[in-house]
């Protein structure tokens, strides 16, 4: 009974996306307000039967309902109570219904917080964001729908994948859905400035907050992903240049290039057409990536199933949107760029810069993504690009990036004499120098990846403080929202690159066979292995290594690396253990046994300053949020009330 | 000519610049890391480089993992149920390694064995990869548990 009911939900969710999809919309070109007033309560009732489909289906596996087909797959009557709840995306169909959740959840926030908008922009807005909740809701049904009965019904569950057993799991695919999907936003703000043809800065400053928030998000959701692959995978690697982790990097890359540009279409009006396009470019490439990671063209641990028919209708669902929505550009993009003009050295040309690293760098892992899925349609063999290509690329894009950012805050718009930034700069650049130099003999092994993490970090952490010095010297000028949450965020990029430039550099790892009782020295760090013991848990059995760590007579550490075996039986599963500190991680993964005398392989690393690299997407994510809080973005205008 | 317009030139010429100097990076960049998959049958075709990185997909052949005691050094057979290559590796195997499963291992030949540096298996039975589907459907099709000719 209570499936049915889900089912029912979803089924009258498509059809109230339908309407939303279509009402408003004539009636904003109608002129018909009764019909633009629709667009709010559709919104609202396409919620509240999405999250009603979403409260059954986690009902369901709570109680164990394995006459689910997708509860049956996914859960067990051993499973933990809390991953029981998290289960409920742990699959293909769950995640998508989450997915659609989040996008419902979007779109009504709009409704909500857009109180000042005219009535034809919110109806245009909710209903281009309506269509995309069509095209999602009826793939979950037609194709992989959550609530189909099992025949015959077992009385016990398979499991939900070990790997998916953890913590990060609850927090990382909300995150990067909210992420994502809420590009959605600035997407059909995107659309209906098209529709309407008015592309003034108005459109702009509303679909501004929408988007730093979405892009906060998607930050915290990759960083959290990465930390947990981090932790869970046992490889001690933060990144690996796998296929779904680029594909969700496109549109970080993309979102982070459209805020950037946001920013100069409200504030000077240049960059009208080019913020469009990022906008339309943003969301294609969180289709591309849920089409990536769903259709399961490309191999990969999110890669859960590969049915055609889904990749089919997403692939269909892509083509319609990215090709509609180039259609309605080509045809209703101004013509004439508008805007204040601006000199070769301005705030313009630095924050054009700026998108256009961002979007090579999106585009050469795009380039790098899809070329081996081409080859093999192609028959030109099956390839696979290795993550150095990636490496070297990105790099080479973020090194003038890197160069330039400090630039940008304290250059003025339209024209600046190049010569002062530099002299206000100057000295700092020499003293990030000087730093690179020093940490060179400063950490044993450095190579010129070290020297690199730390420029970057003085060089930006320096030039961004500069900025904030002439802010607090020029005449009683506070700092705005938005200044702060740049700060933030530019900070969090040095911040970032010096975690990434000191872990790749100057991290050691180790794989050894070990005896108990041996000894292993990592920089400094004595390991020592004690042997290996049997432990239960809730619902698996594992072996429990004990390694002590030591620096010279005193204890740091004592870690407790495991081996699980779940009882639904599959895979065991590496739990590696941990001490984290600011300045270096110490690691420490079970293998496997070697010999009948108690021996294991063990895997030890030592990685100096990784937690910087979290902490630096930690401080983007915070800037993105403090920037949408802008007291610009609240502001009432007198012809937007009325228009 | 008007200086917009040796302007806009100039613009045109930076960008065809740019764009092939983005261009010859990428395509260099990706032959240097681009890594073929082979299965054991092309390997003995001879299809697979001699002296060069590939990748080298199949299945664990039963009974043939050996390790040396208290060591890393670990060997085995990846078969695709007609040919079979014999596999040295020194270092941990992922969790999902088990004889039986289809893996994935980046490395060179040297004489008739491979040395792997790198041994994938991000997945189980039930999460084949569509790289390695292909390749197993034909061994499937022997309809055997033989692990063929090394």
């Not at chain 1, 690009?385 to 003025?412: A, D, E, N």
């Not at chain 1, 930034?421 to 450095?446: D, E, V």
């Not at chain 1, 690396?561 to 639904?568: D, T």
């Not at chain 2, 997945?123 to 022997?142: L, N």
Request: one cysteine or more; glycine letters at 8%.
């Amino acid at each position: 009974m209570i499936p049915e009911l889900g089912q029912i939900s979803l089924i009258l969710s498509l059809l109230i996306a339908f309407l939303l999809s279509c009402l408003p919309l004539w009636g904003a070109h109608r002129n018909n307000t009764v019909l633009m007033q629709t667009a709010r309560p559709l919104a609202h009732a396409q919620l509240l039967f999405i999250v009603l489909a979403f409260v059954l289906l986690t009902y369901s596996f709570t109680v164990h309902d394995f006459s689910v087909a997708y509860v049956q797959r996914n859960s067990n009557t051993l499973l933990p109570f809390i991953y029981q709840i998290s289960a409920v995306w742990g699959a293909h169909e769950g995640s998508l219904l989450l997915w659609i959740m989040i996008l419902c959840i979007w779109t009504s926030a709009v409704a909500i917080f857009s109180r000042q908008l005219p009535d034809k922009v919110i109806a245009r807005v909710l209903a281009v964001m309506g269509m995309i909740g069509v095209g999602f809701i009826s793939f979950m049904l037609f194709t992989s729908d959550p609530f189909t009965r099992a025949f015959p019904v077992q009385s016990e569950g398979i499991d939900l994948n070990p790997l998916l057993q953890d913590p990060g799991l609850i927090f990382h695919p909300p995150l990067l859905y909210t992420g994502y999907v809420g590009f959605a936003v600035a997407f059909a703000f995107a659309i209906a400035a098209l529709i309407d043809g008015k592309l003034d800065a108005q459109w702009i400053r509303w679909s501004r907050p929408w988007t730093n928030i979405a892009w906060a998000f998607l930050t915290l959701g990759i960083a959290l992903g990465s930390f947990w692959a981090y932790y869970e995978l046992g490889w001690g690697g933060w990144w690996f240049w796998d296929p779904v982790e680029n594909s969700i990097f496109m549109p970080w890359l993309v979102g982070a290039a459209l805020i950037h540009s946001q920013a100069v279409t409200e504030k000077r009006g240049s960059f009208k057409s080019w913020t469009l396009l990022l906008a339309i470019a943003a969301f294609s490439l969180s289709l591309l990536a849920t089409f990536l990671v769903r259709s399961g063209v490309i191999t990969s641990v999110h890669a859960f199933a590969s049915d055609p028919a889904r990749g089919i209708f997403i692939l269909t669902f892509l083509v319609l949107v990215v090709g509609g929505s180039l259609v309605l550009f080509a045809f209703r993009a101004p013509g004439k760029e508008g805007g204040q003009a601006f000199k070769a050295y301005s705030r313009e040309t630095l924050l054009l810069l700026n998108n256009l690293l961002l979007a090579a760098a999106a585009l050469m892992i795009l380039i790098g993504t899809l070329y081996p899925l081409f080859a093999d349609a192609l028959e030109l063999g099956k390839i696979s690009v290795g993550s150095p290509y990636f490496g070297f690329m990105f790099s080479l894009l973020m090194l003038p990036l890197v160069m330039l950012l400090p630039f940008g805050p304290i250059t003025r718009w339209q024209s600046e004499q190049a010569s002062k930034p530099i002299k206000l700069l100057l000295p700092w650049a020499i003293l990030a120098l000087g730093f690179g130099a020093i940490s060179f003999f400063f950490w044993p092994g450095s190579t010129i990846k070290t020297i690199g993490g730390v420029i970057a970090a003085v060089w930006i952490l320096c030039g961004t403080l500069v900025f904030v010095r002439s802010r607090f010297k020029s005449s009683g000028n506070g700092f705005t929202a938005e200044m702060i949450g740049m700060v933030s965020a530019h900070i969090g990029v040095g911040i970032f690159f010096f975690g990434v430039l000191m872990t790749e550099s100057l991290s050691i790892e180790k794989d050894v066979a070990a005896k108990p009782g041996s000894s292993f020295s990592l920089r400094g760090y004595d390991f020592q292995f004690k042997g290996v013991e049997q432990i239960e848990g809730p619902n698996y059995m594992a072996d429990q290594g004990t390694v002590v760590i030591r620096k010279g007579e005193s204890i740091i550490a004592t870690l407790y690396p495991e081996k699980r075996m779940y009882a639904s039986g599959g895979n065991s599963m590496t739990e590696a253990a941990i001490d984290s500190g600011i300045t270096r991680d110490l690691y420490v993964a079970l293998g496997e046994p070697l010999d009948n005398e108690g021996s294991w392989a063990l895997r030890l690393y030592v990685k100096p300053f990784i937690r910087f690299i979290w902490l630096g997407a930690l401080l983007m994510a915070i800037g993105g949020f403090i920037i949408s809080f802008d007291k610009r973005f609240k502001k009432r205008h007198a012809n937007e009330a009325n228009p | 000519m008007n200086p917009t317009r040796i302007r806009r030139i100039w613009l045109i010429v930076l960008l065809l610049v740019a764009a092939a100097i983005a261009g010859s990076l990428i395509t260099f960049a990706m032959q240097e890391n681009m890594t073929y998959l082979f299965t054991p049958t092309q390997v003995k075709n001879k299809e697979a480089p001699d002296n060069g990185v590939f990748r080298l997909g199949g299945v664990v052949c039963e009974g043939s993992v050996k390790r040396t005691d208290g060591t890393l050094a670990v060997s085995f057979s990846v078969t695709d149920r007609v040919n079979q290559i014999i596999v040295d590796h020194e270092g941990i195997l992922p969790d999902m390694f088990k004889e039986g499963t289809s893996i994935i291992t980046t490395g060179k030949m040297q004489g008739t064995r491979f040395v792997a540096s790198e041994v994938l298996a991000k997945h189980d039975e039930t999460y084949t990869p569509k790289e390695m589907q292909d390749a197993m459907k034909k061994a499937k099709e022997q309809k055997t548990k033989s692990c063929g000719k090394i």
